[in-house]
């Protein structure tokens, strides 16, 4: 990968995290009222008319049958454990406390990648990403309600996440990005159903849960789309530390929406996600000039 589709990637991933909060705080908003599995359908069923429109309005509505290509609905599969463990315990957790827990994942990422894809970690990187989970764990400080059996489905996220994130490379080449967020939406959106018809007694929403809900649909299927287009256009130890992000806007959205100031343990957690990210595209960098005068 080039120096410049990885900074592309990293923008792309840090945008994805900031939607991504931004739909599961619409969904803690929502879950006051409604459902979780009703809340799901309703937020499926705005993002998948969305991302369906989108693919009509691009003219990729002939490339549909490919959603069914089995890397894609295998990660939608894994979206799938990933996104229900996260909402099923975002009602008990703050949101903050549950992020940061799921930062794991980039871990489990890099692990994967040096496993199964024979990429180089190398010391430093891994001590760097184990310091990007110290802060990102400064930001949200999880309580005693981080030990608690909610907290390990925060967990099952940053495996099946990381998981999901591996599996994107095998998508074929020339699968548009919206057929792909398109498989994952509707892998949710009948999750929501088959959940609602078995697990719940459906209620009425209300004009603010429909709202929301839309506002959901729409930030998951931009943050679908990127996340996707990451991991095609960059390389997983490169962007993933990058998903650390994801704290410091849910600590946003926490500050913004429920009220909660971040004190100075967690402005020293922010910088600690933003020093060891920095340090790693340096690192990167490094390694290119370096590999680049052993070729010459």
Not at 22 to 41: G, H, I, R, W, Y
Not at 145 to 167: C, E, K, N, P, Y
């Amino acid at each position: 990968m080039t120096a410049p589709s990885n900074l592309r990637a990293i923008l792309a991933m840090v945008i994805a995290m900031g939607v991504f909060v931004t739909s599961d705080s619409c969904m803690k908003l929502a879950l006051q009222n409604a459902p979780l599995f009703e809340l799901m359908l309703m937020r499926g069923i705005a993002s998948v008319t969305i991302c369906f429109t989108l693919i009509l309005a691009m003219g990729q509505f002939a490339h549909l049958p490919r959603m069914f290509d089995k890397w894609l609905v295998g990660r939608g599969v894994l979206e799938v454990v990933a996104n229900l463990s996260f909402t099923s315990a975002l009602a008990f957790i703050a949101i903050a406390d549950l992020t940061a827990i799921a930062q794991t994942c980039p871990l489990f990422v890099l692990l994967g990648a040096w496993a199964f894809r024979s990429e180089k970690l190398g010391l430093m990187r891994l001590f760097l990403v184990l310091l990007g989970i110290v802060g990102a764990l400064l930001v949200a400080q999880p309580g005693t309600g981080a030990v608690s059996a909610m907290a390990g489905l925060a967990f099952i996220t940053a495996i099946a996440s990381a998981a999901r994130d591996l599996m994107t490379p095998n998508v074929p080449r020339g699968m548009p990005p919206l057929v792909a967020t398109f498989t994952v939406l509707v892998l949710l959106a009948l999750t929501g159903l088959i959940g609602m018809l078995i697990f719940e007694t459906p209620v009425m929403p209300g004009t603010r849960d429909i709202l929301l809900m839309a506002l959901a649909g729409a930030t998951g299927v931009a943050g679908h789309f990127l996340l996707y287009m990451t991991y095609r256009i960059g390389e997983a130890r490169t962007v993933a530390p990058f998903m650390y992000t994801l704290t410091i806007w849910a600590v946003l959205s926490g500050l913004i929406l429920f009220g909660d100031v971040p004190n100075t343990l967690a402005v020293s957690g922010m910088v600690l996600v933003a020093l060891a990210g920095l340090a790693i595209i340096w690192l990167d960098g490094r390694q290119r000039k370096q590999n680049a005068r052993l070729a010459a």
